[in-house]
């Protein structure tokens, strides 16, 4: 069995929207940022977009020869023609993501809504698979009474994250 070995990197972007009006009275708009690398704190403060891609990448390069210090030539350029690969869909589908979510804040928290519907509704299709009636009959009562309670938290949970992006869709209307 081949060893995996994971490494996590996680960044919280966080935008401003600064309106104004330029010299000759035409109404502006410039977003500005910061970055921050969750694992190491590093931050950095952006107004293009491509500063942020530029800070992911130096963060994901470390990590990625971090990895390959104990591999063979071999090794390492395969594990960097794959990290190439994902960076090249980065590079050409997350500029477009952002851009659509600045655009339209109102339709990406109801792309949010029906992600999460559909998960809900995932889950049930699964439990109503996976727990056929037959699977009851030989569990103990406090078994049963362990997996509706099980079942109930998790409806209660789904139903506050529902909640929580009702309210977002409304201050966003």
């Not at 690398?37 to 963060?59: A, L, P």
């Not at 109801?110 to 809900?120: E, L, N, R």
């Amino acid at each position: 069995m081949a060893k995996k070995q994971e490494e996590t990197a996680s960044f919280m972007i966080r935008f401003t929207q600064m309106i104004f009006h330029s010299e000759d009275g035409e109404p502006q708009v410039q977003w500005r940022g910061n970055i921050r690398h969750i694992q190491g704190g590093e931050e950095k403060r952006f107004s293009q977009f491509d500063d942020v891609v530029t800070f992911i990448q130096s963060k994901l390069q470390d990590l990625t020869i971090q990895a390959m210090e104990n591999k063979t030539p071999e090794e390492q350029k395969g594990i960097l023609a794959k990290s190439f690969d994902i960076w090249k869909k980065m590079a050409s589908e997350a500029p477009k993501m952002v851009v659509e979510t600045l655009k339209d804040p109102k339709k990406q928290v109801a792309h949010i809504q029906d992600q999460i519907q559909d998960q809900v509704q995932q889950v049930r299709d699964d439990i109503n698979q996976k727990l056929e009636a037959s699977t009851w009959i030989g569990a103990s009562k406090a078994d049963k009474g362990e997996i509706i309670d099980k079942i109930n938290a998790l409806s209660e949970d789904v139903l506050a994250l529902s909640q929580k992006i009702d309210k977002l869709s409304n201050k966003l209307k």
